[in-house]
């Protein structure tokens, strides 16, 4: 189910640009704010939240960057790509300088429609979006749990460190499978353009098929490496 029915998309929505995807729905990112506009964005959506209640601050939506590099031609309203992760502050400490460590919970994928950008008092960008998920979206067949299960338990990617929460999850009933492709994708999809295919695909079956894929893929690299003995790696060094 769509989280987007928990943010009012009538008003517009503070953008926190990135490099690469760095938040899914139901997921939680850490981030350090220190850039002075940033900082004003955390503040004023804190501020605005009655009586300190995190649950009910000003979302924010965390953008990639077009390009990935800022050049000096576009340094702050450097273009974005169009979709976004939607999120809300979880956590929030805020250090003696002013700077800020944050949690923020992921909530929606949403598409920027239009950008104010900063005037005189506000020093960030806000952004117009519109929510890209149908909460009558069909949810991915059972089978995606248990072909995710095979291939996690297997002998190669139960190697995998980082995989070790995501088989846990899948043991889970209670979790719901789209929650856990989200899980899979934020936790063990590291390459950028495919995250960024995930995050702006709305159907979650279409997810669901992406991850499996980009999992399967790894298993057979790994099993490709496997073919390589000790012995044949050139001066000593693994092939990985």
């Known amino acids: 189910m769509t989280g987007s029915f928990l943010v009012d998309f009538d008003q517009p929505i503070p953008l926190f640009p990135l490099v690469s995807v760095a938040l899914f729905p139901q997921t939680v990112q850490p981030l350090h704010i220190f850039e002075p506009r940033y900082r004003q964005m955390i503040s004023d959506c ?39 992760c939607v999120g809300r502050i979880l956590k929030n400490h805020r250090l003696p300088d002013g700077r800020r460590n944050i949690l923020v919970h992921g909530i929606c994928r949403a ?37 995710l299960k095979r291939l996690l338990e297997g002998d190669r990617l139960s190697r995998m460190h980082a995989a070790e929460a995501v088989r ?12 856990l492709i989200e899980m899979a994708s934020f936790v063990l999809v590291k390459d950028d353009q495919i995250r960024y295919r995930l995050l702006q695909e709305p159907d979650p079956s279409e997810r669901a098929r992406i991850v499996y894929g980009e999992l399967h893929r790894i298993d057979q690299l790994v099993a490709r490496c496997d073919l390589q003995g000790w012995r044949e790696w050139p001066k000593g060094l693994s092939w990985n």
């Open 46 to 84: 804190i501020d605005r939240s009655p009586d300190g209640d995190l649950s009910r601050s000003t979302p924010i939506a965390l953008a990639i960057l077009e390009r990935g590099v800022v050049g000096a031609e576009s340094l702050g309203t450097p273009p974005l790509k169009p979709v976004v």
């Open 111 to 147: 598409l920027i429609r239009d950008i104010d950008e900063p005037d005189e008092e506000r020093l960030y960008r806000l952004g117009r979006l519109r929510p890209i998920e149908s909460p009558l979206a069909d949810a991915p067949s059972p089978v995606v749990r248990q072909a």
């Open 168 to 179: 846990d999850w899948v043991d889970q009933d209670e979790v719901p499978i789209e929650t």
